[in-house]
């Protein structure tokens, strides 16, 4: 994943776009954006004027503010804003703009303007929310014990070595893509359970290339496939987010097999999904 700057996020930093604020007297208008509708000392957009931009499914991977960045499945990073007329659309509660939390899966509505993405509906389902509004605030007593002692073990250490591997599966992909495959699917899943049942486990999820392409092209490749991945065990697998480590993209570095053959190729198109156990608490 990229880094940004200007917004701390766990595991990474991001950046998200500023919406600039338009204000003016009960006399003015501004007729360079006809836009823009002036009243009192507020300037409100006016919906009906605005095109119609994509439709966005993901996770909210940062918010500040009414600024928000999804996270697709295919590790594309979009930010939105929240406006006034923004529609909030949750399964089993009253939703409000304060329900839009870091780790929620959401599908987002948006309409485009000079300034960037405005969201004019954000949906989302009941379960997800429970599962995203308790790692924010911990409600859960069992929940919150797991997440401090994970977060005990990340203080502690923070090398590769300072873990003992308890199982890797690598999932493969076409040559260019990060697409996952039906088998892939299943093999993440089954990943997931078998983590679940080591203690004190997390995941770290590194992707890699064979080398065709620039080294550039790779290590973005090698990024879209580790989120790829990540997405669909946090998604699909009800993997905890708090329990992933920072992933990484490797590109053709540390190949399983020889690139010189069609075969070597293939095995180094992967993402590696290890299960590890810090080495202070295994055992335990």
Same mark, same amino acid.
């Given at each position: 994943m990229r880094a940004f700057s200007n917004f701390s996020v766990a595991p990474v930093l991001f950046a998200l776009l500023a919406l600039p604020a338009v204000a003016a007297s009960a006399q003015e208008q501004d007729t360079a954006n006809p836009n823009i509708v002036v009243t009192g000392q507020e300037a409100e957009l006016d919906m009906s004027a605005l095109p119609k931009g994509p439709d966005i499914k993901g996770i909210v991977a940062a918010r500040k503010g009414d600024r928000v960045r999804v996270t697709s499945a295919d590790g594309t990073m979009v930010d939105v804003t929240l406006a006034e007329f923004t529609k909030i659309k949750g399964a089993g509660k009253t939703p409000s703009k304060a329900d839009? &939390?870091?780790? %929620?899966?959401?599908?987002?509505?948006?309409?485009?303007?000079?300034? $960037?993405?405005?969201?004019?509906?954000?949906?989302?389902?009941?379960?997800?929310?429970?599962?995203?509004?308790?790692?924010?605030?911990?409600?859960?007593?069992?929940?919150?014990?797991?997440?401090?002692?994970?977060?005990? %073990?990340? $203080?502690?250490?923070?090398?590769?070595?300072?873990?003992?591997?308890?199982?890797?599966?690598?999932?493969?992909?076409?040559? $260019?893509?990060?697409?996952?495959?039906?088998?892939?699917?299943?093999?993440?899943?089954?990943?997931?359970?078998?983590?679940?049942?080591?203690?004190?486990? %997390?995941? %770290?999820?590194?992707?890699?290339?064979?080398?065709? $392409?620039?080294?550039?092209?790779?290590?973005?490749?090698?990024?879209?496939?580790?989120?790829?991945?990540?997405?669909?065990?946090?998604?699909?697998?009800?993997?905890?987010?708090?329990?992933? &480590?920072?992933?990484?993209?490797?590109?053709?570095?540390?190949p399983l097999a020889s690139n010189d053959t069609e075969e070597g190729k293939r095995q180094n198109r992967r993402v590696s999904v290890n299960i590890l156990v810090s080495k202070s608490v295994d055992g335990l």
């Open positions: 839009i &939390l870091n780790g %929620l899966p959401v599908t987002v509505k948006t309409l485009q303007s000079d300034s $960037g993405l405005i969201a004019s509906q954000i949906s989302f389902k009941g379960r997800d929310f429970k599962t995203a509004n308790m790692i924010r605030v911990g409600t859960s007593q069992q929940f919150a014990e797991q997440t401090a002692a994970t977060e005990a %073990l990340r $203080g502690r250490m923070s090398d590769i070595d300072k873990y003992n591997v308890k199982g890797t599966t690598n999932v493969y992909f076409d040559t $260019g893509k990060w697409t996952l495959s039906e088998a892939a699917k299943a093999e993440l899943c089954s990943t997931a359970q078998q983590a679940e049942a080591t203690d004190n486990a %997390l995941m %770290l999820v590194v992707g890699y290339t064979d080398s065709v $392409g620039s080294e550039d092209y790779n290590q973005i490749l090698s990024e879209k496939r580790a989120s790829r991945v990540i997405n669909f065990l946090q998604q699909a697998c009800r993997w905890k987010p708090y329990r992933m &480590l920072t992933p990484t993209g490797m590109a053709e570095s540390d």
